[in-house]
């Protein structure tokens, strides 16, 4: 037992629990789209119900995501837990300045293409006249 890594033990059951998630989604959707095909359940009674599925799946996997932070974090000390959340501020930081000039770039493509687009229109124009 003396190779028996917590962190790792518990890693494998969360991706356990996020492959069961998947797999259950997919069996669902399988099942789903038998049932419209034989006319049991019509189109927009699937689209319904799969969209609850996924919701359901989606809040499992989160919940599963948070199970495995707090035992993770319960792991730590004291001093450990506030570097990790340091760390984990200062990644946030980072994302959200991508973010932001991820945005200020595209919003600069769609003011030349519609500055494009005016300037074509213009063109047209005089040509017509």
């Known amino acids: ?3 028996f890594d ?3 033990g518990v890693r494998r059951v969360f991706l356990a629990g996020v492959g069961a998630i998947a ?3 997919e069996k669902s959707q399988q099942i789903i789209d038998d049932l419209v095909k034989k006319g049991e359940l019509t189109v927009e009674q699937g689209k319904v119900l799969n969209e609850e599925l996924t919701r359901k799946a ?3 996997a989160s919940d599963a995501q948070d199970a495995f932070l707090r035992t993770h974090l319960e792991g730590m000390t ?3 837990r506030e570097a990790y959340a ?3 501020a200062a990644m946030a930081t980072e994302i959200n300045e ?3 000039t991820v945005e200020a770039e595209v919003e600069e493509v769609d003011q030349t293409d519609d500055a494009d687009a005016d300037n074509a229109d213009d063109t047209a124009e005089a040509e017509e006249e």
């Open 1 to 3: 037992m003396a190779g």
């Open 6 to 8: 917590l962190g790792e």
């Open 23 to 25: 797999t259950g989604a």
């Open 58 to 60: 989606t809040q499992a």
């Open 78 to 80: 004291p001093e450990e």
């Open 86 to 88: 340091q760390k984990v």
């Open 98 to 100: 991508k973010a932001t």
